[in-house]
């Protein structure tokens, strides 16, 4: 894997939940085990992420760019262990066409906490060593697929903060044309924290939401 991804893999090895976000688990048990593909690669502008956006005909999280992913099925295995990491490929494949042979899985993050969708997800972090064409598989389920460089991920141009109706404030990205925000923006935005790639920006400049997003 490239050096510039070092700061990713430490990362990975070392944060803690908490340090993710405050949306944890059930200690009970609820919730629906899921798993998305943050994959990094190589673009034309240096390091990339691999986003897609979700059909606006969705019942949960509808038109919102998001990591590939989605819930785990039973042949996908135990997700405690390494059902998570074969999800995240499978969905990614069904979901952008991507070929998982060209991707180096290395590390999972801490699993995280849906509550709207009353999701539990596991983050697998991949290195996209073979890129391979993508695009949207089931234009009912996925609008498009498209990278966004790093690049403009850490630009403070490209930063905002949330505000939904329901009270959710949280961190956000315009970027590609869309408004990165919810659980995909808050892993960014953790990952560019702990990689050491955030640059200050100003968190006083607020998108409002509509109760529809």
């Known amino acids: 894997m490239p ?34 593909l943050v994959l990094f690669g190589e673009g034309p502008r240096g390091p990339e992420l691999l986003l897609q956006e979700r059909a606006g005909s969705l019942r949960s999280h509808a038109g919102q760019p998001s990591f590939p992913g989605g819930a785990l099925d039973p042949e996908d295995g135990d997700p405690h262990t390494t059902g998570p990491l074969r999800a995240a490929l499978r969905e990614a494949e069904e979901e952008t066409g991507l070929d998982p042979a060209g991707v180096q899985l290395f590390g999972v993050l801490p699993r995280l906490y849906i509550p709207v969708s009353e999701f539990v997800v596991t983050p697998v972090l991949g290195w996209w060593r073979a890129p391979s064409p993508v695009g949207a598989v089931d234009p009912a389920e ?17 930063r905002v903060t949330v505000v939904h109706p329901g009270g959710f404030h949280g961190p ?29 920006w100003d968190r006083s400049r607020e998108v409002p939401l509509d109760w529809r997003a």
């Open 3 to 36: 050096g510039w991804l070092d700061p990713v893999v430490r990362a990975a090895r070392t944060v803690r939940p908490t340090e993710l976000s405050r949306f944890l688990p059930p200690e009970d048990g609820r919730g629906r085990q899921s798993a998305v």
């Open 142 to 158: 996925t609008a498009r697929v498209f990278t966004v460089p790093v690049a403009d991920l850490t630009d403070p141009d490209h």
């Open 172 to 200: 956000a990205f315009t970027v590609e044309s869309a408004l990165v925000w919810g659980f995909t923006a808050g892993v960014i935005d953790r990952l560019l924290h702990f990689a050491g790639w955030e640059q200050p």
